[in-house]
């Protein structure tokens, strides 16, 4: 599913001379692209007119869900999210194991909402991949595995706007250590997204989240970790200037942040954070990522292909993406590993519904890097099964 790459570990021997141009221009260039449109489109923020598929379909049942990447392979497993009638007490729960790797992905949580502030007992069992943890210049197959829990206390400030806290333990086992990290949890968290089935199409979703833990709170070491995530969306709806055409879709997404004796890395690289790399490549404690993307339906099937509906095909879309990101090794680093990588590319995304219900997303992204000259494509497969 996706394409070889040679030399996947040359980052080690770039050279300068192979850059073109300089990245952060282009970083710029993207911020002030999305600010346009959202501050001077007639239609920023507008829900559009079709049911948003969150609200009219219960999932208080088992669902199957379907993920994949080029680690963990095709990663099948079931999710399910119930409430009782008065939405007081909250479950959900996700679970699959990847098909290349055999690592478990599995997270599981209760929230009560009948007190204020509302209460979160939330358990994982989650591996990350990395594409060369000791920096050895070889594709090694480093995983941390991350398993614990934690009790949250949740603050809703208004509907779209609520702070976290909590405490968590987790127990960290990576390639050659095993390590208790525990501490407090303080989250600030908007989310004023606007969803047409799938996808979303305005608003913005904020999420800053800070851990700190010493040995007074069980763990094994101090550590710090800051990290934040934005993203943004807009739409403009052709149709409504042109008298023709479908709802374009720009998002923008800003990411990144800065640990400190914490060895759960951040990581960068594949289709989730720079396309045109090789999946998690870059790992370390400090990191910024950008993301600049465009959606557009280049055809609306809405049909289904048998009397029982099994697929009922919606929409094809067209995707074209500009990606961005740098990351250091230490926090305190001066040079990053990476440099300040670029990528950009586009694909496509058939989304469906099985039995009229379940959503389904299938489809492909080809990247490539134009600040390393000497990669090649790079083809990510997207599939989606589930909410």
């Not at 209460?119 to 989650?126: P, R, S, Y």
């Amino acid at each position: 599913m996706v394409a070889d790459l040679d030399g996947c570990r040359e980052k080690t021997d770039k050279v300068q001379g192979s850059r073109s141009f300089d990245p952060h221009r282009l970083l710029l260039v993207m911020l002030a692209v999305f600010f346009l449109f959202f501050l001077v489109l007639p239609c920023r923020g507008e829900t559009y007119k079709e049911q948003d598929y969150h609200d009219s379909f219960s999932t208080d049942f088992f669902l199957p869900y379907l993920d994949y990447n080029e680690k963990d392979g095709i990663i099948p497993g079931v999710e399910w999210q119930g409430s009782n009638y008065t939405g007081d007490h909250v479950l959900s729960f996700r679970g699959g194991v990847g098909t290349e790797s055999g690592k478990e992905q599995l997270l599981a949580g209760y929230t009560y909402l009948g007190w204020y502030p509302a209460v979160g007992l939330n358990l994982f069992d989650k591996n990350t991949y990395y594409g060369d943890l000791k920096d050895t210049g070889y594709d090694e197959d480093d995983w941390r595995r991350e398993a614990g829990g934690s009790l949250t206390f949740s603050f809703p400030l208004d509907l779209y706007h609520r702070i976290v806290t909590g405490y968590e333990i987790s127990w960290v086992d990576l390639p050659d250590e095993w390590e208790r990290l525990n501490g407090l949890v303080l989250s600030l968290v908007r989310d004023t997204a606007d969803y047409y089935l799938m996808e979303i199409i305005s608003g913005s979703q904020v999420d800053l989240t800070a851990k700190y833990g010493n040995e007074y709170m069980g763990s094994e070491t101090t550590f710090q970790s800051y990290a934040g995530d934005v993203r943004l969306y807009t739409n403009l709806a052709l149709e409504k200037l042109f008298g023709a055409g479908q709802r374009l879709v720009p998002s923008l997404r800003v990411h990144g942040g800065v640990k400190k004796d914490d060895p759960r890395l951040f990581v960068l690289g594949g289709e989730n954070s720079l396309r045109g790399y090789d999946f998690n490549e870059f790992s370390g404690e400090k990191l910024w990522a950008a993301s600049l993307e465009l959606r557009y339906p280049f055809v609306v099937i809405d049909r289904t292909t048998t009397a029982w509906d099994l697929f009922y095909f919606h929409q094809l879309l067209a995707v074209a993406f500009v990606d961005s990101g740098q990351i250091w090794r230490e926090y305190n680093d001066s040079k990053s590993i990476s440099g300040a990588e670029v990528g950009v590319g586009g694909g496509v995304r058939l989304q469906m519904f099985l039995f009229d219900k379940i959503p389904f997303e299938v489809g492909f992204d080809v990247g490539q890097s134009v600040t390393d000259r000497d990669r090649n494509p790079k083809v990510y497969l997207v599939l989606r099964l589930g909410a």
